[in-house]
């Protein structure tokens, strides 16, 4: 099965259009002001799913399948394809897996479109009675005449995806755990920053934000081109920089060791100040599937 034809060949396509209605004002700083122009996220976010219960995986685990959607500023975004596996006996708790290699991350590839089987390491946390959430994230930057922005780059643009994403995976969970490897894995860490845009009662189901920093640096996010191109990041400290406008979520981040450690400080200070050191934790090698498995149930 491509990932890239998830989307349209399993679903029966009736998009309906919602406000997510699980976001508020969130935190008024200039800081965070500031950061939500930066990266485009001071509009609401809305989400377009659909829902298709007759796609089987195996016996006892249930698929639900459909598309997201993000308003971006200016720019006409593709709704995502994402895929839902609910395990037998489902307790309610959840991963949202975003990987930039997509829906691959949690599907095995060359199957039927309506034999949808989990991968080994979706099919291990299946077992745990975790339920697994994945989506294809945008492989395109937004397109707007004149000097690109930042809030166009493809970075942004993965931000407010990701936001979408999760918007649309809490409603079926009591507690999820969000993991961004990969490439995705700056897009979910810069996504950690705007959680306390969420209601109260739907930011506690977040148990801990688990993201792969992917060595990124100052520098790296000045490359155009690069996945990581953020022009101006580096008036907000980096990538590390942003995360830090949340100092209260619990979070892993690794993948630091080309991290600058001038740079990582910033994201350890901001948790210091905020009297919440432990809940932050640093570590050097990127995130494997091994490693995300261990971290998630480890937690539970």
């Known amino acids: 099965m491509s990932p890239h034809h998830v989307g349209s060949v399993i679903l029966t396509v009736v998009l309906v259009l919602m406000q997510s209605g699980i976001v508020c004002g969130g935190d008024d700083s200039a800081e ?17 799913f659909t829902f298709d219960d007759d796609v089987q995986a195996e016996v006892g685990t249930k698929v639900k399948s459909g598309k997201v959607i993000s308003r971006v500023l200016g720019a006409k975004f593709v709704p995502m394809p994402y895929l839902l596996f609910e395990p037998a006996n489902y307790n309610g708790s959840g991963v949202l897996w975003i990987d930039g290699r997509g829906l691959s991350q949690i ?15 979706a099919g291990m946390l299946l077992e745990r009675q975790f339920a697994v959430i994945a989506v294809e994230l945008p492989s395109t930057p937004a397109f707007r005449a004149g000097q690109l922005q930042a809030a166009d780059s493809l970075l942004a643009v993965r931000v407010r995806a990701i936001l979408a994403a999760i918007a649309t995976a809490l409603p079926h969970v009591y507690q999820v755990d969000i993991v961004g490897t990969g490439d995705a894995g700056p897009a979910v860490l810069l996504a950690s920053a705007f959680l306390n845009d969420l209601k109260p009662e739907q930011r506690k189901k977040i148990r801990y934000v688990i993201a792969d920093l992917q060595g990124a640096t100052v520098g790296t996010t000045s490359i155009e081109g690069n996945p990581i191109f953020l022009p101006g990041a580096s008036e907000f400290g ?54 995300v498995l261990d971290l998630v149930i480890a937690k539970e």
């Open 238 to 291: 980096g990538i590390p920089g942003i995360a830090a406008l949340n100092g209260t979520q619990k979070m892993i981040v690794s993948g630091t060791m080309s991290t600058p450690a001038a740079e990582l400080q910033v994201l350890e200070k901001a948790y210091e100040v905020a009297g919440n050191a432990q809940l932050l934790k640093l570590i050097e090698e990127s995130l494997s599937d091994e490693l």
């Open 107 to 121: 599907c095995e590839s060359g199957r039927a479109s309506d034999d949808v089987k989990p991968g080994p390491a």
């Open 32 to 48: 965070m002001k500031a950061a939500r122009t930066f990266l485009g996220t001071d509009v609401r976010w809305t989400r377009i």
